[in-house]
RNA sequence: GCCCCCAUCGUCUAGCGGCCCAGGACGCUGCCCUUUCAAGGCGGUAACGGGGAUUCGAAUUCCCCUGGGGGCACCA
């Protein structure tokens, strides 16, 4: 190849990083860790209403939780607006940009009208060629005042994306965009096509929803600088459930949402990998070094695909079965921690995890097993449909006092434990079948991590404890 | 309304003219394993949206239709 390779990831601090935007992350990252290439962070808080310095944290965090580190310092582009001002000033000298004086209102007005006559909105013109008189009769009467970039009167844009191929669009259905709002700040398309010149941007992988904003930001681009643009390439969207775009407030999934529920770093990594992209030997659980070197833009698809949460879920069983202990413990311990604060012993979560691992799907479903564990004598609940269980269970009371008189004597270990044969001598043809009656008992829940083990773990007086109290209960 | 993008099992995808009466994965489902529930193992179910055209031959090329998605902001 021939210049290195320089993205950039550029959110909008408006919210929590959804899986959509982390895709996008991704597949920047994984180009340029492919390529030997830079990724720069850059935030696009253009629109200072909107934009919040929690959320520029907390993208940040994400990032980093999963692995997807940046080059250099980031970069805000609230703190570079004198330069967007500058350079729009210079082409409206140019007469690339002009001042437009209508009003929000005025505009709406306008479109509202176009689309009565059965035309859609877009900018109609209406301030292109004020003479320097209007201008000055508008500034004087006080208007509020916006830059509006002059699109080419006829003709077509045209580019070549590195996904899509060339994509055509005729100038005549798009309209003149503004790019600095009547109080001077500047938006996107001026802060973006500015930003990706100065940084030397070599390729701009974004999401497909911003495809039809490609010509816009080219053609000022061109108005800034004769240098060639970016490479540009379009990632199909990911959709909700419901094939609709993920958006903040309909079926989006943030990341920190997937964190909390105890999805690994790992695990969403791969996933969002697969999703518009595949590795040509069809493989498909991944370490990162593998995704690094696999990864290519060639083999990203074209169609829009829909986020399965149900294949996230295996994906994330399948990475916690690859984690040693010690990486399991370090991934589980900050969700542990923030669900049992000091009721937290870190000799059961060891235990809880040795006989956890190998049957969940999330880390979060992990501790709703082990609850029982960290749960003092005192509050320890038994699940309503897991008591009705226990209540339902033929002679429950004999099984309970014979389980009891077993556990204070026998050895301590999960094979002495083990009340199996005991229960036969009850005359229980298939004890197994009974057992569910203890669970609840014990852990409080009628299905859960396996049986001997977790009385093993949680102790004679604790486990002998709970059986009585439930022994007790039944005669209430 | 106009513009753009897209179109293989329910979902993610492989397929880039014959190897495909379409392969893998998730899901669902049957069986096995089994101390519950899972996890795991082995099977099964299920798709080329429709119509033309090109070709000896089309899931693969072209056109139309239909369908889905996105865009048309002083959001990004």
Known sequence: MTAPVRVRFS????????????????????????????????????DTSRSRPEWITGIQDTL????????????????????????????????????????????????????????????????????AEDRATRAAERRPRTLRFRTPDDGA??????????????????????????????????????????????????????????????????????????????????????????????????LEELREAGYLPEAIRNYLALLGW???????????????????????????????????DWMNGEWIRRLTRTELEAATMPLAERRYGPRLDLGLLRGALEIGQERSTTLGALLDQAD???????????????????????????????????????????DAIDPRSLLTDLGFEKPGKVLPSVYAAVEGRHAGLPLFESIHLLGRDRAVHRLEAARARLEA
């Open 278 to 312: 595949s590795p040509e030997d069809g493989r498909e659980v991944l370490r990162i070094q593998e995704l690094i070197e696999l990864f290519d833009l060639d083999a990203v698809t074209h169609a829009n695909a829909a986020f399965d949460h149900a294949k996230l």
């Open 157 to 254: 844009s045209s580019f070549v994306d590195l996904i899509r191929g060339e994509v055509r669009v005729e100038w005549s259905t798009i309209s003149d965009f503004v790019i600095v709002r009547s109080d001077g700040t500047p938006l996107f398309f001026l802060a973006n096509a500015i930003d990706d010149l100065e940084m030397g941007i070599t390729h701009v992988i974004r999401g497909d929803d911003l495809l039809d904003s490609t010509h816009r930001v080219l053609a000022l681009r061109a108005a800034l600088s004769p240098e060639a643009p970016p490479a540009y390439a379009h990632l199909p969207l990911i959709l909700g459930p419901d094939r609709a775009k993920l958006s903040k407030r309909h079926g989006a999934v943030a």
């Open 372 to 414: 029982f564990l960290f749960a003092a004598d005192d509050d320890f609940v038994i699940a309503p449909e897991s008591w009705a269980k226990v209540t339902r269970t033929e002679r429950v009371a004999e099984i309970f006092d014979a389980v009891i008189a077993h556990l204070r004597t026998c050895d301590w270990t999960p």
């Open 64 to 131: 980093r939780w999963l692995g997807l580190d940046w080059d250099g310092n980031v970069v805000l582009q609230s703190q570079r607006f004198a330069e967007y001002r500058a350079a729009a000033e210079q082409l409206v000298e140019e007469r690339a940009v002009y001042e437009c004086f209508c009003t929000p209102e005025e505009i709406a007005a306008r479109n509202d009208a176009a689309k009565a006559e059965g035309r859609g909105p877009g900018y109609d013109g209406h301030c292109r060629d004020l003479t």
């Open 11 to 46: 959110p909008a601090p408006t919210g929590m990083l959804h899986v959509g935007s982390v895709r996008t992350a991704l597949f920047n990252w994984l180009f340029a860790r492919h390529h030997h290439g830079e990724l720069v962070l850059r935030i696009e808080d253009t």
